[in-house]
């Protein structure tokens, strides 16, 4: 499993004002799953998404971290939730000191990565 910073914002129901977070990801080897907060998402193309939530099929953006502008649609609003173990990550890749208390919330997450659970989903589809 690869572990890795990653932007994950919901699109079902919310267009681009969605709920968003950048935090620590899980990802399968073939980089097809992605792991976060107790979810699983699958690549799936659709109309504002590339990522669907194996369980519940909402629709989600998941992408890497832009460096020289925001990571939210343009058309986007909302505080951007981000882990507070990422901060600093995160200001070293945007080449910043500090993060600006109107685009983002610093919060608790923790690794929650269901790659068993859904296994089990998965396999005993066939």
């Known amino acids: 499993m690869i572990k890795e910073l990653m932007y994950i914002e919901l699109k079902t ?3 681009d004002d969605g709920p968003a977070w950048i935090g620590y ?3 399968s080897n073939t980089r097809k799953t992605i792991y976060f907060n107790d979810h699983a998402f699958q690549k799936n193309i659709g109309n504002y998404a590339n990522y669907m939530d194996i369980e519940n099929g909402e629709e989600y953006w998941i992408s890497g971290l832009k460096k020289k502008e925001s990571n939210r649609h343009w058309a986007g609003h909302g505080k951007i939730m981000i882990d507070r173990r990422a901060v600093d990550d995160y200001l070293t890749l945007i080449g910043e000191k500090e993060l600006p208390s109107n685009l983002f919330e610093i919060v608790g997450m923790e690794d929650r990565f269901p790659v068993e659970r859904v ?3 998965l396999n005993a589809k066939h």
């Open 25 to 27: 990801v899980q990802t």
């Open 119 to 121: 296994n089990k989903r």
């Open 13 to 15: 129901g919310y267009s």
